[in-house]
């Protein structure tokens, strides 16, 4: 028999009616023979209230205090959780993250975890219980409640899943798996039975939203198998494993776009060292991230420089550009904030050549004009106009075939 570690997020925990769905669920792994530890997120809108209180109170609230307030909302779920399993005769036991000890560094709102104590989870399980842990917590090592960031039950589940050497981590949500692409472009769109952390990751940071990106870090580094699953059907999901060779043999295993996108240029800048940084510095001191970056080859001294933000950050970019340009002496900048990116992603472009030039090739077909381009060693970007977005998805996902499984 199996140890899952089981997370449930928000919205399958949103209602009373939810949660017994949810006891009803895990007695049934229970009875199957199985030591399930459960985490759970907040009922669903509910660390979005907590933080609207807080603001309500103080524009800028003290980081400690906000990590007392947010971690609440889990403590409630837990609880909720385990009366419904003993209303139903199964003994449970909930605890926060600080009651387990999950130990994290001090960093309020973004803790990264230390150190996870296993032996109060490990006796109860022994004694037949279904343990109900507090997701997106911890408390650093003088006792203060941290928070995770947003999203972080996730971590939690894979992180206990690494600590109690479980055989999966099994991540309940509101979609039956990871897709090749969002469904609601492309209607096509199939589930995948597994994917590599690898992919995964560069789909999470792409835009895809089924799991935190440093939970799937996480399950990477410390080879949890990580299993995305639908809370309300019954499905295999899809597995988050490390590549092997009876993966499926796709060049491509799926296409992330983000609308949430901006490009800004500088023209005739001098060509020489330091320009670069000229740039992208004051960029970078405004606490704005910076995601591609294209330098033009100089033809007569000058060049051009483009690169792309956060659509949020786009007029705070284009000002800090705007006094930069007359520093340097460059021609001209513009920026345009009706642009996305949209992504190719898969191990399987490491050994075939010919994805970018077929990638090129059908988007031009489209009459879709191609703004940049970046790569790395398993995906393909490029930036288009925001009315091309799903024309480009589609076709992509059409051209690589993606709605057969390989
Ligand atoms: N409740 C937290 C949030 O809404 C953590 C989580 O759900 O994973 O971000
Ligand atoms: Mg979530």
Known sequence: MALYVQKYGGTSVGSVERISV??????????????????????????????????????????????????????????????????????????????????????????????????????????????????????????????????????????????????????????????????????????????????????????????????????GKYNVALRVKSSFEDGPGTLITYEDNDMEDALISGIAFSRDEAQLTIKGVPDQPGIAHAIIGPIAAANVEVDMIVQNVAGDGSTDFTFTVHRGDFSKALAILETTAKQVGAKDVSGDDTIVKVSVVGVGMRSHAGVAATMFDALGKEGINIRMISTSEIKISVVVMEKYMELAVRTLHDVFELDKAA
Do not use: W
């Open 22 to 219: 949810v006891a009803d669920k895990l007695i049934g792994y229970k009875q199957q023979g199985h030591d399930i530890v459960v985490v759970v997120s907040a009922m669903s809108g509910e660390t979005n209230r907590l933080l609207a209180l807080a603001n309500d109170i103080s524009k800028q609230p003290s980081v400690r205090e906000l990590d007392v307030l947010l971690s609440t909302g889990e403590q409630v779920t837990i609880a909720l959780l385990c009366m419904a399993l003993e209303q139903r005769g199964q003994s449970a036991r909930s605890y926060t993250g600080g009651q387990v000890r999950i130990e994290t560094d001090d960093a309020h709102g973004k803790a990264r975890i230390k150190t996870i104590d296993d032996h109060r989870i490990r006796a109860d399980l022994a004694d037949g219980r279904i343990v109900v842990v507090a997701g997106f917590q911890g408390v650093d090592c003088d006792g203060n409640i941290t928070t995770l960031g947003r999203g972080g039950s996730d971590t939690t589940g894979v992180a206990l899943a690494a600590a109690l050497k479980a055989d999966e981590c099994q991540i309940f949500t509101d979609v039956d798996g990871v897709y090749t692409t969002d469904p609601r472009v492309v209607s096509k769109a199939r589930r995948l039975e597994r994917i590599t952390f690898e992919e995964m990751l560069e789909l999470a940071s792409l835009g895809s939203k089924v799991l935190q990106i440093r939970a799937v870090e996480f399950a």
